[in-house]
């Protein structure tokens, strides 16, 4: 694929998918022939970006949460609310369960495969991080150590370790060939207790590594100053991999939201979607500045966002029960 340069001041909406229920998160699968959108009517929705084909992936019994693809693209896992993983055939013209397998007690928030597509990563309300074979399902180790509902979890790109994070702000780093808990990444900063409201607010709602491993990032909010409310602002972590320190609190002056997902773009920013009481935006970050370089409004509330492999496409994912398509390049003319 040859990659044409983003400019991600040149970001506009191209395209549009319409379902009837509002959606929760989406993703490209790794061909970038699909984006699915994970959706409230207990489905997901696979749309065809060359033919706009739908397809329904119908198997879950509550809210599906998120989904991930081995690296060939062949195999997607699903986690959903209704403590269930569920393997699909990604490419197949009518999608049917593969595999179904109760992972958590609880609501599974997060689910992650590893580089070499071997193993499949799952964490939950019940605070416990799992590990399954991605062939047959079969269970390989589980982590006990969060305090808190698990949100997110990803894989290394060396496959060496997997982060799992929650509703604190612990970010824990586990070896996946033992299980051993290797240290704890500090994102409280994502994390607060209103006393007044009795609300334990905010959380790791993202992991995302840099291409070469050497930075890692978290997404959340800060200044929830009424989380019943939802007054808050979006905020992104950047930590380096090394030294697990924190390099920069990456902000958006004006924006007020959750920074529901964050990627690392192989030109070297950071992009961010951001939904909530001030609507929905997506956010870009340098590296050497705290403060986002360029902001666009979308038309709703983003709930969920993913980065198209040819680096240009952003899907997001919304409440008006669209999913649609941003181009980081300027409109054809």
Known sequence: ???????????????????????ISCRFDPTGRFVFACSEDFTI?????????KVALAGHGSWPRDIAFTPSGDVAISCGYDEMLIWWETAAEKPQPLRTLKAHQGWVDAVAISPDG?????GGRDRIVRIWQVED????????????????????????????????????????????LVRT?????????????QVDYGGVRSIAFRQDGQQVAFSGLHNASNPLGAVNEPLV?????????KLRSHVAQGVRGV??????HPEGFLLAANGGSGGGWLLFWKEDDDQAFHKFQLPNTARGMDLHPDGIQVATAHYDRKLRISRLAPKAT
């Open 1 to 23: 694929m040859v990659r044409v340069a983003a400019d991600p001041k040149a970001v506009h909406v191209a395209e549009e998918f319409q379902h009837d229920r509002p959606l």
């Open 45 to 53: 929705q696979r749309w065809e970006l060359a033919t706009k084909n």
């Open 118 to 122: 071997r193993l499949v990563a799952s």
């Open 137 to 180: 399902g079969a269970p390989v180790r589980e982590m006990s150590g969060h305090e808190k509902h698990i949100y997110s979890a990803a894989f290394h790109p060396s496959g060496e370790y997997l982060l799992s994070g929650d509703l604190g702000g612990k970010v824990h780093q586990w070896e996946v060939a033992t299980g051993k």
């Open 185 to 197: 990444f500090d994102a409280t900063a994502l994390w607060s207790y209103n006393s007044g409201q």
């Open 237 to 245: 972590l950047r930590f380096s991999w090394e030294k697990a320190e």
């Open 259 to 264: 920074a529901w997902r964050a990627c690392f």
